[in-house]
Nanobody, 128 residues
Framework: QVQLVESGGGLVQAGGSLRLSCAAS????????MAWFRQARGKEREFVAA????????YYADSVKGRFTASRDNAKNTVYLQMNSLKPEDTADYYC?????????????????????WGQGTQVTVSS
């Protein structure tokens, strides 16, 4: 089991930046692949970014490529999402997710169903 707690959300103007954090507790953090998803009001939860156990392999949604960067610090049991050049359409609740690395590498890293552990989310609002 792993517990995930997101932080760092808030209100920011378009063009601004935020850094989200996701702190993990429980089993060894480095045995998990991690991901960020987001869900805007009235929409499906969508993939944002994912990274393998050491951050050496990363995936990004086309809508955030070049603006968002996912990273992790296994010594701190934390994964980050640096969000730059934010747009109003980035407004959503952002969720951290985890998957056992050994299973994850055989599954779709962009798929919600590939992740068995989820945080409660942190809200990001980008004003125009």
């Amino acid at each position: 089991q792993v517990q995930l707690v997101e932080s760092g959300g808030g209100l920011v103007q378009a063009g601004g930046s935020l850094r989200l954090s996701c702190a993990a507790s429980g089993r060894t953090f480095s045995t998990y692949a991690m991901a960020w998803f987001r869900q805007a009001r009235g929409k499906e939860r969508e993939f944002v970014a994912a990274l393998n156990w050491n951050g050496g392999t990363t995936y990004y949604a086309d809508s955030v490529k070049g603006r968002f960067t996912a990273s992790r610090d296994n010594a701190k049991n934390t994964v980050y999402l640096q969000m730059n050049s934010l747009k109003p359409e980035d407004t959503a609740d952002y969720y951290c997710a985890a998957a056992d690395q050994n299973n994850w590498r055989y599954r779709d890293p962009l798929g919600r169903g590939s992740y068995g552990y989820w945080g409660q989310g942190t809200q990001v609002t980008v004003s125009s």
